[in-house]
């Protein structure tokens, strides 16, 4: 595996790969990896010749009172996780790299799709976002790209953003990769004490649960949520961001299910705030 920090170097290996013709598979992260993100791996592994995966805290996502100095890393473990899974290039650029002085272009998707679920809470980050993916883009030109279902919200953002700035690239989806008792993969889960730890495999039960109930003939998305509220708030500590059921691919309230639905949570612990859901096609 080669470790790279300069855009330069980069560039050269890209341009030879894709002169080479191989078929270059890419996964950007923020790093302190977990099992969610080698199974990313994983399947880019399977699907292209070359794998490239990025570390970048990437500090346009965060917002002023959010966890960016905070966020856990550790960048000698992460190159050893990757090494093992037959990772290429591991790209870990500084944030003078990506935001050298006088850097003033963001990208942004407009419309509801931004503004609802996390984008309430976090008026800034999918800006951030889309901003560090599409340069990041334009950097490894990848013809994959690997996104996890974990954050749905940001994959059906990205799929949007190459959709209409037609990047010459397939957006793969995977699926949420979980603990054994059920809760999904985070590495903001290592802030988690051990009795919110506990109480987090709440949040899968209740999309369990409402799956179950969905599957016996259950179709009003009010229903439904008020049942997985009153679920989490059976939990000690836990704060509702949100609880949301939308179509899977505008993201936009629905009142009554059907066809492909995503139920979507945000629940805070502490400080520490963690995503769920589960799609289903009604
Ligand atoms: P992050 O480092 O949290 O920005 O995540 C990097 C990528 O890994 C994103 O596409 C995430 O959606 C994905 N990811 C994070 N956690 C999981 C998980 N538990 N299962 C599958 N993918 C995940």
């Known amino acids: 595996m080669q470790t790279i920090e300069s855009n330069r170097e980069l560039r050269q290996i ?9 078929r270059i598979g890419f996964v950007p992260t923020m790093g ?3 099992e969610g993100h080698l199974s990313l791996m994983r399947r880019a592994r399977q699907e292209n010749d070359v794998v490239v995966v990025s570390i970048f805290v990437n500090p346009t996502q965060f ?5 960016l100095d905070a966020y856990p890393r550790d960048t000698e473990r992460d190159c050893k996780m990757m090494s093992e899974e037959s990772v290429d290039i591991a790209y870990l650029p500084t944030v003078e790299t990506i935001y050298p002085e006088g850097f003033t272009t963001y990208v942004q998707v407009e419309g509801p799709m931004t503004q609802v679920l996390c984008g309430r809470s976090r008026p800034t980050h999918f800006r951030g976002v889309t901003t ?16 996890g279902q974990k954050d749905a919200q940001q994959a059906a953002i990205i799929q949007q953003m190459v959709r209409d700035l ?12 979980r603990e054994p008792d059920g809760l999904a993969m985070s590495s903001r889960n290592t802030y988690l004490t051990a009795e919110q730890r ?34 989490i708030l059976t939990v000690p500590g836990a704060v509702i ?3 949301a059921i939308v179509d899977a691919r505008g993201l936009q309230d629905v009142d009554s299910l059907s066809g492909l639905t995503l139920i979507a949570l945000a629940v805070k612990f502490g ?9 289903i096609n009604v």
């Open 241 to 243: 961001d949100y609880v």
């Open 198 to 231: 506990a109480a987090a495999t709440v949040l899968y039960q209740s999309l369990c649960n409402s799956k179950a109930i969905i599957n016996d003939g259950e179709r009003d998305a009010a229903s439904i949520k008020k049942q997985i509220q009153e679920q």
């Open 63 to 67: 917002g002023p009172n959010e966890d």
């Open 166 to 177: 037609n990047f010459d690239l397939s957006v793969v989806v995977c699926p949420i990769h």
């Open 14 to 22: 890209i341009v030879n790969a894709r002169k080479e013709g191989k």
């Open 271 to 279: 400080n520490t705030r963690l995503l769920d859901n589960i799609q």
């Open 132 to 147: 560090v993916v599409a340069k990041l883009f334009n950097l490894v030109q990848p013809h994959r790209a690997y996104f």
């Open 32 to 34: 302190f990896l977990h």
